[in-house]
């Protein structure tokens, strides 16, 4: 089963705090200091709507329709979540439509001049981006200890496991008390 | 890398940081685990500390003294020596030829803490010989202050900020937590979880209202009416504590009489609401063990403000939900240490302590202290007098510390006007602001995390910041305390500290409620809440304690009052309502979190005018273009947010924006009690602007005009 992270909506405030640890886990320069509006491309959105707030971010499918969407195989299946290779990526945005939550964004970054090849142009480039899991960051995705009510949560298999099991518990708990026949 | 604990300098809440220095800067933080955050912090405590290192987003940090030698002319950088030389004799010859009270001051709210608070209204009351003096809680929380000081004594909160997540019933009125308060927000979710009934009444869909078992989306402008009538369904329905009336409580029989016409049936066109909806909520906050009332902008930014908040005091005490754990009420402050500011005495009736200046005998006992031969008797001015008493010609010079009024306070075109005829500004800041372009002297303090101090938090905290950093190398600023000392002996008094714990013990040997609150018992997460009357004291979280409420008699007074409706009236030229609000990103007036990079990220200019999808639609207005925003006084350029958590017929406005600056527009109508300004209503319209790409020209334009000029100011 892949990992993801979930938000459980009636703690979230909206404040956002888990857009900026989002933005700085993955910085585009060094840290909260080189944020600007340009580079501001959080791998989670905080969504108001009626009456729900919650940030929204990739659910890591096992069957996952952006990586069935993409034409270069840009994104796969990797360890338990699913990954991109920026490498692959060619903008087209084909996996954006693909996702039944709105998780996916591409953006345009300014390309980088690679050593020694001052000639290349500098076009930017594009990189479809999502939550990653801050793979590759010790502490886990930044995302959820920033959170002051705690809204977020990784979940994985054990996590699962044992949400399941107090909904069983629970469901038991129910039958007993309503059904006779 | 070393760690500093600090407090964060943004709202009341008091949350504990510990700042990541290296190297003299400040390059992280990380939540600590202070009494009220408990290890979290919201955006602002994460990111809102690289306003340190100048990064000049928004508006340059003030390095040098300046003055400007003529009105009219440029500012000028000039050693301390010139600039004191320089303020203090003007200042002197304006007390000389028009008398102490031609001189107003201003405490600081933000974040420079409670000694230089205390030296600052020091400096009015002893040096200067004022009561001139006063703080931002006037346009915030000073209809809290004057309400609860009246009905139960003392004007804060009664209980504590920790105890909201036990309390079984939580009144929300007019305060939006999740935006103003994120960490007291998080209490109130706990609560939920606790089981705790949540009331909700404000006109928008607050975040919070979606935790609320019942939420009352009242009319703008009703609070009396809807709180008169909750005091009429406890007493008709006998919902009340007899026996906690009688004892502790006063004034029940004129109370009852003036509430007796407000039922439910009566209010409902006034608010708006659904008679059967009132009922419920007001019997399902009598029915709980335990019920807590929190509140903010949404009552005291009114005309009638003080009436509501004593009031809501009424309903606690009447329902005997005072003097115990988890209970009372709770005026949950905005700026982080607008409490303190008030603990202080920046304000022009009460001195350190809370001790009025009509009492005689605490007169003779700092004028004893301060060594000066009286105090003066008369309550000061307040901010919002501030204006009108130029206009009157009896102000003449204006010594602002740690404040923006040409962004902060109402009606602003006015504000400039009257301003402009002033003698002798002083601003004493940290950043370029709106108001010190015009100013005529410019002290530069230290910032936050450049010195110590001791905050107070929303709930009567006590706690110290520690230095975490020296300001940087080519600063020539000081401690907002040496500056006003500087000042004191350049006009003949003698005023020397040498560090903010000798002002501490100064004033807490002068104040009865703070004696006890000694500087070790505040080191590291220490926290003190006032009254903590001696050194073995643990502080008080809970006050009233045996039913004692701190008035004349003893008991808590009841008190309610006809409702008025706001000042101006929506029309066909001005069909909105337009109601200023908070942005969560972003601090007062802005010049601290609009020069930190993630903050103003989330959120800049020219800001948000948030307005239902119908009412939109009746004004040609996309959601995300810009719009016009007009009222009688003034017309700004805004963005729309098409929003429908709003309500029809009002707009919402955040006040810090320079472009789409709301107090532009806001009317000058007061409280006649707190003269704390009616910013919740002001009648606008909302304009389409056909050609968008001239709009946003226009906006980048104006706001990189205002920025330069800034710039280019500073650097003189």
Known sequence: MNRFVIAEASKCIGCRTCEIACAVAHPVGS???????????????????????????????????????CPNNAISQTGDSVQIDQSRCIGCKTCVVACPYGAMTVVSVPAQAQPGSFLTSLRPRAEARKCDLCVGRAEGPACIPACPTKALHLIDQETMAATLRRRQEQAVQNLAASVTL | MKKVITVCPYCGSGCKINLLVKDNKVVGAEAANGVTNQGELCLKGYYGWDFLNDTKLLTPRLKRPMIRRQKGGELEAVSWDEAIEFASSRLKA???????????????????????????????????????????????????????????????????????????????????????????????????????????????YIETARLADLFLPLKNGSNMALVNAFANVLISENLYKQDFVARYAEGFEEYKAMVAKYTPE???????????????????????????????????????????????????????NLARPNVGVGPVRGQNN????????????????????????????????????????EKGYGLTDVPHKIAEGKLKANYI???????????????????????????????????????????????????????????????????????????????????????????????????????????????????????????????????????????????????????????????????????????????????TVREVGHYSCRSMTGNCSALQ???????????????????????????????????????????????????????????????????????????????????????????????????????GKMKADMRKAAQA
């Open chain 2, 94 to 204: 304006i007390k000389e030829k028009y008398g102490p009270d031609s001189i107003m001051l201003t405490g600081s709210s933000r974040g420079t803490g409670n000694e230089s608070n205390y030296v600052a209204q020091k400096f009015a009351r002893a040096v200067i010989g004022t009561n001139n003096i006063d703080c931002c809680a006037r346009v915030c929380h000073g209809p809290s202050v004057a309400g609860l000081m009246q009905t139960l004594g003392n004007g804060a909160m009664s209980n504590s900020i920790v105890e909201i997540e036990d309390t079984k019933c939580i009144l929300v009125f007019g305060y939006n937590a999740a935006d103003s308060h994120p960490i007291v927000a998080r209490r109130l979710i706990k609560a939920k979880e606790k089981g705790a009934k949540i009331i909700v009444c404000d006109p928008r």
């Open chain 1, 31 to 69: 840290g909260a200091q080189a944020l600007s509006p340009q580079t501001f491309s959080p791998r989670l959105t905080v969504v108001r709507s009626g009456s729900v707030t919650a940030p929204i971010l990739c659910r890591h499918c096992d069957d996952a329709p952006c990586a069935r969407a």
């Open chain 2, 266 to 320: 009566y209010t409902a066109e006034i608010t708006g609401l659904d008679p059967q909806l009132v009922r419920d909520a007001i019997r399902m906050y009598a029915a709980a063990p335990s019920a807590t009332i929190l509140w903010g902008m949404g009552v005291t930014q009114w005309g009638q403000a003080v009436d509501v908040v004593k009031g809501l005091s009424s309903l606690a005490t009447i329902t005997g």
């Open chain 2, 401 to 579: 510390f740690g404040e923006d009024p040409l962004q902060t306070e109402p009606d602003l075109g006015m504000v400039r006007r009257e301003f402009e005829k002033l003698e002798l500004i002083i601003v004493q800041d940290i950043f370029m602001t709106k108001t010190a372009m015009i100013a005529d002297v410019i002290f530069p303090a230290t910032s936050w995390g450049e010195h110590e101090n001791v905050f107070s938090s929303a709930d009567r905290g006590f706690q110290r910041c520690y230095k975490a950093i020296d300001p940087p190398a080519d600063f020539d600023v000081k401690d907002d305390w040496e500056i006003h000392s500087m000042m004191a002996r350049a006009m003949g008094y003698p005023m020397q500290y040498n560090n903010a714990q000798e002002i501490w013990d100064e004033l807490r040997g002068l104040c009865d409620l703070y004696t006890g609150a000694t500087w070790d018992k505040m080191a590291d997460l220490g926290y003190v809440q006032w009254p903590c009357p001696t050194e073995d004291h643990p502080g008080t979280p809970w006050l009233y304690e045996g039913n004692k409420f701190d008035t004349p008699s003893g008991k808590a007074q009841l008190f309610a009052a006809e409702w008025r409706a706001p000042l101006e009236k929506v029309d066909a030229d001005y069909p909105l309502g337009l109601c």
């Open chain 2, 338 to 377: 607008v409490q303190g500011a008030c603990d202080m005495g920046a304000l022009p009736n009460t001195l350190p302590g809370y001790y009025y200046v009509t009492d005689a005998a605490a007169r003779e006992k700092f004028a004893k202290a301060w060594g000066v031969p009286s105090i003066p008797a």
């Open chain 2, 601 to 703: 990220t989330l959120a800049d200019e020219p800001g948000f005018v948030q307005i239902h999808p119908e009412d939109a639609k009746t004004y040609g207005v996309k959601d995300q273009a810009l719009v016009w925003v007009s009222s009688r006084r003034g017309k700004v350029i805004t963005r729309a947010n098409l929003n429908d958590r709003v309500n029809k017929g009002a707009v919402y406005m955040t006040y810090q924006w320079w472009i789409g600056a709301c107090n532009e527009l806001t009317v000058d109508h007061l409280d006649p009690v707190s003269k704390t300004p009616e910013y919740k209503f002001s009648a606008v319209k909302v304009e389409a602007i056909a050609d968008q790409k001239w709009a946003e020209t226009h906006v980048q334009n104006e706001y």
